[in-house]
């Protein structure tokens, strides 16, 4: 192994060893050998049981069966103490750790739901699943939920762009290469800035989201089918840059009203009016 061993735990006359990047090997008569199987998991601390494992991961608490299932074992709670935005609906609450002020926190995508009785998190190797592949992915910072159904629902990346999360339990990631969305970057970091902050619906299931940087168009609108709409902010003929918004909101008493909250640069609050056409 080329990386240093953090970590040992003793069973039977062997050694069970754990690298800073969170492999497993066995050392026994001072042979080493890699438990290949064990690598997806990212343990932080492993102990063998006989012919299984257990394994402390972000994911909660794993025993690997001799045949490679799996048990989890987690409290019910919230997947991280780093809360970072909040949404409700009804009795529901999502969570996201990420983060962002000048440039992104760079935390690993989690999603925390609390359905009125119990908590069901999404860690980052659930929201892959759902995608369907194992992609960059971190600062989850707004969530908005779909006013008709919500078990759909999206969630803003600052960096990496927009999840949608679909009732059928699958997702798909809407980034520089199949949306309107623009990276803040033109070189070989686009993936990385491509900076989805504040969003939210209105009551015709219309997904109002910002897009943040001078290369980007900063509003966007996602119809219920699927169909985009772009704009930028203009007052008195000067183009208005987002570049870091906090809030998105409808107006409950107006609904032709959005209201944006700037936060940085351009700071203030911006005052959008649709006139009962918003695109």
């Known amino acids: 192994a080329s990386n240093k061993f953090v970590a040992l735990s003793a069973y039977k006359g062997s050694v069970l060893a754990r690298t800073d990047d ?18 997806a998991y990212k343990p932080q601390c492993a102990v063998r049981e006989g012919n299984t494992y257990w394994l402390g991961t972000n994911e909660g608490v794993l025993h690997i069966m001799d045949d490679n299932s799996v048990q989890k074992y987690e409290p019910d709670g919230p997947l991280s103490n780093m809360p970072y935005d909040m949404v409700t609906y009804g009795s529901q609450l999502w969570i996201v750790p990420g983060g962002r002020w000048a440039t992104e926190f760079k935390r690993e995508a989690q999603i925390m739901y609390y359905n009125g009785a119990q908590w069901d998190n ?111 902010l203009y007052q008195g003929g000067q183009r208005i840059v987002l570049n870091t918004v906090s809030k998105f909101v409808v107006d409950n008493r107006n609904p032709n009203y959005k209201w944006i909250a700037s936060a940085r640069d351009a700071a203030g609050v911006i005052l959008i009016n649709d006139n009962g056409t918003p695109y």
């Open 22 to 39: 969170r492999r497993v090997f066995t050392v026994a008569d001072a042979t080493l050998t890699e438990q290949s199987n064990l690598a």
């Open 122 to 232: 999404l860690s980052y190797n659930d929201i892959c699943r759902r995608i369907g592949a194992t992609l960059s992915l971190a600062d989850l910072v707004h969530v908005a939920v779909d006013p008709a159904d919500s078990k759909h629902f999206y969630a803003a990346s600052y960096g990496m762009g927009v999840v949608e999360f679909l009732p059928d339990g699958t997702a798909k990631r809407y980034t520089y290469n199949n949306s309107p969305l623009r990276s803040a970057d033109t070189g070989n970091a686009m993936y990385r800035y491509c900076r989805v902050d504040a969003m939210t619906f209105d009551a015709d299931r219309n997904l109002w989201l910002t897009n943040m940087s001078d290369l980007a168009t900063n509003v966007h609108i996602i119809t219920p089918d699927h169909q985009w709409h772009s704009f930028n």
